[in-house]
């Protein structure tokens, strides 16, 4: 099963001096498994494509299919479509409201009409998932945490409902550099230890990309403008750049090594690869000499 979305367009404010075209004829399908990065740069589309896949927005053309069950009004499958599809927006810690970090996560279940006892696995569940323990945390106001921790709080929230897609769009956006790689890691991890769920970043960080996702899709004035291994997209640097978009430093600094006689069999994404090249290529020299 997969999320297919076939020749879609999306139009704001159509038929007025106001029309924008956000998407144009978009064709893709995201698979069962896949952890993908979603870029561009403001006004690409992407936004408005992952609002699309869980039936905030309807397209103007074209169709979207979760698991064969169309994003229509006319579809009663449409609300088994959004629990398939978790969407976690920007700065999602604002909606918090309950008393309690339990109270808080276990609205969506509740909503759900599920029993007490199903209610409360989840809720240890998709704790469990962010890193939060649920003993020593599930009676603490949301509100006394750090943001690092709201953000955990929010993202368990919609892993309560047990999703099959996980959307999050900028989850690290205004969170200190502990706090992002905080979230950063527990993402992977849920990743890691979730193979039934499909992960989907939306993020203008392209080293957080390069790390992070398998396949990366580049939006472009509502295109698809790449589709491709992260390694293979970051190759484009050139192309990249000339759409508003830039590659990770390593890849831009390796490639200036590589002018300097340095060998580098692929495109450098982390600080972690190159250190592994260089050092490689310098007990290589040494062994040499």
């Given at each position: 099963m997969s999320i297919k979305i076939n020749n879609?367009?999306?139009?704001?404010?159509?038929?007025?001096?106001?029309?924008?075209?956000?998407?144009?004829?978009?064709?893709?399908?995201?698979?069962?498994n896949e952890f993908i990065g979603l870029i561009g740069h403001t006004g690409s589309g992407k936004s408005?494509?992952?609002?699309?896949?869980?039936?905030?927005?309807l397209p103007t053309k074209g169709n979207v299919e979760v698991d064969g069950h169309t994003t229509s009004v006319k579809?009663?499958?449409?609300?088994?479509?959004?629990?398939?599809?978790?969407?976690?927006?920007?700065?999602?810690?604002y909606q918090l409201f309950e008393e309690t970090i339990a109270l808080d996560i276990a609205f969506g279940p509740k909503n759900l009409?599920?029993?007490?006892?199903?209610?409360?696995?989840?809720?240890?569940?998709?704790?469990?998932?962010?890193?939060l323990d649920y003993e020593q945390m599930k009676d603490v106001s949301p509100f006394d945490l750090s943001g690092g921790q709201k953000r955990r709080v929010a993202i368990a929230s919609v892993l309560a409902m047990k999703p099959k897609y996980?959307?999050?769009?900028?989850?690290?956006?205004?969170?200190?550099?502990?706090g992002r790689d905080e979230i950063l890691g527990e993402i992977k991890k849920i990743y890691d230890d979730s193979p039934e769920i499909t992960i989907i970043i939306v993020s203008h960080s392209m080293e957080d990309i390069a790390r992070l996702a398998k396949?990366?899709?580049?939006?472009?004035t509502g295109k698809v403008f790449a589709d491709d291994t992260p390694r293979n997209v970051y190759e484009r640097d050139d192309e990249l750049e000339a759409i508003g978009l830039d590659v990770p430093?390593?890849?831009?600094?390796?490639?200036?090594?590589?002018?300097?006689?340095?060998?580098?069999?692929?495109?450098?994404?982390?600080?972690?690869?190159?250190?592994?090249?260089?050092?490689?290529?310098?007990?290589?020299?040494?062994?040499?000499?």
């Amino acid at each position: 099963m997969s999320i297919k979305i076939n020749n879609v367009s999306y139009i704001y404010n159509p038929n007025s001096h106001f029309q924008s075209i956000a998407l144009d004829d978009v064709t893709l399908e995201i698979k069962e498994n896949e952890f993908i990065g979603l870029i561009g740069h403001t006004g690409s589309g992407k936004s408005t494509l992952v609002q699309l896949l869980n039936g905030l927005l309807l397209p103007t053309k074209g169709n979207v299919e979760v698991d064969g069950h169309t994003t229509s009004v006319k579809d009663k499958g449409i609300i088994e479509v959004r629990q398939k599809v978790g969407l976690v927006f920007q700065y999602p810690e604002y909606q918090l409201f309950e008393e309690t970090i339990a109270l808080d996560i276990a609205f969506g279940p509740k909503n759900l009409g599920l029993n007490e006892q199903e209610i409360e696995e989840r809720v240890k569940y998709s704790m469990n998932l962010v890193g939060l323990d649920y003993e020593q945390m599930k009676d603490v106001s949301p509100f006394d945490l750090s943001g690092g921790q709201k953000r955990r709080v929010a993202i368990a929230s919609v892993l309560a409902m047990k999703p099959k897609y996980l959307i999050l769009d900028e989850p690290t956006a205004g969170l200190d550099p502990q706090g992002r790689d905080e979230i950063l890691g527990e993402i992977k991890k849920i990743y890691d230890d979730s193979p039934e769920i499909t992960i989907i970043i939306v993020s203008h960080s392209m080293e957080d990309i390069a790390r992070l996702a398998k396949r990366v899709i580049v939006m472009h004035t509502g295109k698809v403008f790449a589709d491709d291994t992260p390694r293979n997209v970051y190759e484009r640097d050139d192309e990249l750049e000339a759409i508003g978009l830039d590659v990770p430093q390593i890849t831009k600094a390796t490639k200036l090594l590589k002018q300097k006689g340095y060998v580098f069999e692929d495109t450098i994404l982390t600080v972690e690869e190159a250190y592994e090249a260089i050092r490689t290529q310098m007990g290589g020299a040494k062994d040499a000499n």
